[in-house]
Nanobody
Framework: EVQLVESGGGLVQPGGSLRLSCAAS????????MFWVRQGPGKGLECVSF????????YYVESVRGRFTISRDNAKNTAYLQMNNLEPEDTAVYYC???????????????????WGQGTQVTVSS
C-alpha cells in the first residue's frame, strides 16, 4: 500500500521558515519523481515544486523560486521542502504527491495524481 506522510507545517510569521517532510512507503521511492502541491483558502490546486528521481532536476513555480528548495533522501525514502522568507500568500495545505496523470502543471485536483498524502497546514501570519 502506497503511503505518503507529510509533517513540518505550522504557524509562522512573515519572513520565517519551515521545512516540510514527506515520508514515503509502499513503492520504489528512488525511481519516482516527487511533487509538492498546495491548496490555499478559496484557491485551486497549485504545483509548487517537483524533483526528479535522482534529484538532478528541480522545478519551482515562479512565486516561490529563490525562497523554496526541494530535496530528497532516497536512502530514507523522504522528500523535503525547505521554505524560507515565507509570505502570507504561501498559506495553504501542502501535499506531497506522486505519479501524476496529467503532469504536475496540469493537475487541478489531488486525484490527478496516483497517490498523495494527508497534507500539512502552513499558515503565514503576523
Amino acid at each position: 500500500e502506497v503511503q505518503l506522510v507529510e509533517s513540518g507545517g505550522g504557524l509562522v510569521q512573515p519572513g520565517g521558515s519551515l521545512r516540510l517532510s514527506c515520508a514515503a512507503s509502499g513503492f520504489t521511492f528512488s525511481r519516482n519523481s516527487m511533487f509538492w502541491v498546495r491548496q490555499g483558502p478559496g484557491k485551486g490546486l497549485e504545483c509548487v515544486s517537483f524533483i526528479s528521481d535522482r534529484g538532478d532536476f528541480e522545478y519551482y513555480v515562479e512565486s516561490v523560486r529563490g525562497r523554496f528548495t526541494i530535496s530528497r533522501d532516497n536512502a530514507k525514502n523522504t522528500a523535503y521542502l525547505q521554505m524560507n522568507n515565507l509570505e502570507p500568500e504561501d498559506t495553504a495545505v501542502y501535499y506531497c504527491a506522486g505519479d501524476p496523470k496529467v503532469g504536475c502543471l496540469g493537475a487541478r485536483e489531488l486525484t490527478d495524481f496516483g497517490y498523495w498524502g494527508q497534507g500539512t497546514q502552513v499558515t503565514v501570519s503576523s
